[in-house]
């Protein structure tokens, strides 16, 4: 572990005590676990506090841990990635919804602004709701639409699929259908690949 991640691990700890896991390096990056009762206080200590300086937010993104091998525990996750520009210094924020019948984490909007596109989209995607966000709406699927295309459990093909009628000139949708097709390189269909 470089100096620079065990000193920022380390003014974590200082900071932050038992309101977040151990700090763990993963992928070069220093990854917290906080637990959702905890979430706002934490974010606020992270973007506040001197020695840490988390002032800005990356990237936010929902995260179904299902069929994800060796887990145990909650379903849907939050995960956030912070920056401190002061000290160049890079977090990952882990957070899981208590419940995974209805998930729901609270909002950063309220700490770092830009996280209100991303917690749409989760909220779109995995059907992870942000307890204080002020437009939690859809925003990559169809008003429509039915379902979280990104949880694991959702069919691969779909439910319904949208398309302009001329002839009815409105939106209609339709049943999903897929027509199966050939995935194999034509060259290696060809009667004589690999022959002289």
Partial sequence: MSA????LCESLTTALGGRISEPAIVRGEVTIEVPAADYLAVATVLRDNADLGFEQLLD??????????????????????LMSLRHNHRLRVRVFAASDDFPVVPSLAVIWNSAGWYEREAFDLYGIHFDGHLDLRRILTDYGFVGHPFRKDFP????????YDPE???VIYEPVTIEPREVT??????????RG
Wanted: glycine fraction near 10%; charged fraction near 30%.
């Fill in 168 to 170: 009815q000139k409105r």
């Fill in 4 to 7: 620079k991640l065990k000193k």
């Fill in 185 to 194: 390189p034509r060259i290696v269909r060809e009667e004589n690949y690999g």
């Fill in 60 to 81: 936010l993104c929902g995260v179904d841990y299902s069929t994800y091998s060796g887990h145990e525990g909650s379903r849907y996750a939050v995960v956030s990635h």
């Fill in 156 to 163: 691969v093909s779909g439910y319904v699929e949208m398309r």
